[in-house]
């Protein structure tokens, strides 16, 4: 079992940046998958980046070329670097870790076995 503490969050004009970062402690944190998701009221828990196991990293359609995710060599530190920002992408923004790989639909996979953060608030206005 893991910890998993997200900060960075906050309120932006759209097209401006935000950065958050997740800590991941406890267990073994170099063979879980991690990934940062994102829900806002009344819809679905969102994949919205992540990086696998094996280092490979995922993006959600809505994010691509907008979103950057990386994390620390040793593998304890995962953050989403957000630019050109939207007022869709207001949402709590939710840091997850699961054990081991996934394959076919990577979020849904690490969505249905994730441990998850707080969560962290990102307002984007227009």
């Known amino acids: 079992q893991v910890r998993l503490v997200e900060s960075g969050g906050g309120s932006v004009q759209a097209g401006e940046s935000l950065k958050l970062s997740c800590v991941v402690s406890?267990?073994?944190?170099?063979?879980?998958?991690k990934a940062w998701f994102r829900q806002s009221p009344g819809k679905e828990r969102e994949g919205v980046a992540g990086?696998?196991?094996?280092?490979?990293?995922k993006y959600g359609d809505s994010v691509k070329g907008r979103f950057t995710v990386s994390q620390d060599n040793a593998k304890t530190t995962l953050q989403l670097l957000m630019t050109n920002l939207k007022p869709e992408d207001t949402a709590m923004y939710y840091c997850?870790?699961?054990?081991?790989?996934?394959?076919?639909?990577?979020?849904?996979?690490?969505?249905?076995?994730?441990?998850w953060g707080q969560g962290t608030q990102v307002t984007v206005s227009s």
């Open positions: 997850a870790a699961a054990f081991g790989s996934y394959g076919g639909m990577w979020f849904d996979g690490v969505r249905a076995r994730a441990e």
């Open positions: 406890g267990g073994k944190v170099n063979m879980y998958s």
């Open positions: 990086i696998d196991e094996d280092g490979r990293i």
